[in-house]
Nanobody, 128 residues
């Protein structure tokens, strides 16, 4: 089964940028829808962005539209989340996920019950 490892989190000032990476081992990530989720202290985990296995459809939560860009690279067996103009409200643990549910990327982002594999998460802190 695929395993996921995230990297790229850290401390950044408001207005700054981070690029999160999610590298897969054990299986071809190209078989899966890939998503990024975040969870802030005291809040439920929520979808940030998801991308289809064929890179032909995307979903973004309202909070990230215009600031975040999701991508994936078959050759690296990886997924990425580019985050720009970060705000303190973006502070959370960010986790990547893979789902064999490939027909609707929005569904994967909204209904975490279809997630097959989670990464361990990487902390993103936006603070001055």
């Amino acid at each position: 089964q695929v395993q996921l490892v995230e990297s790229g989190g850290g401390l950044v000032q408001p207005g700054g940028s981070l690029r999160l990476s999610c590298v897969a081992t054990g299986d071809n990530l190209g078989y899966y829808t890939v998503g990024w989720f975040h969870q802030a202290p005291g809040k439920e985990r929520g979808g940030v962005s998801c991308i289809s296995k064929n890179i032909d459809s995307w979903h973004y939560a309202e909070s990230g539209k215009g600031r975040f860009t999701i991508s994936r690279a078959y050759a690296q067996n990886a997924g990425y989340l580019e985050m720009n103009n970060l705000e303190p409200e973006d502070t959370a643990v960010y986790s990547c996920a893979a789902s064999a549910y490939v027909s609707d990327v929005r569904h994967v982002c909204v209904h975490t019950g279809v997630i097959d594999v989670w990464g361990q998460g990487t902390q993103v802190t936006v603070s001055s």
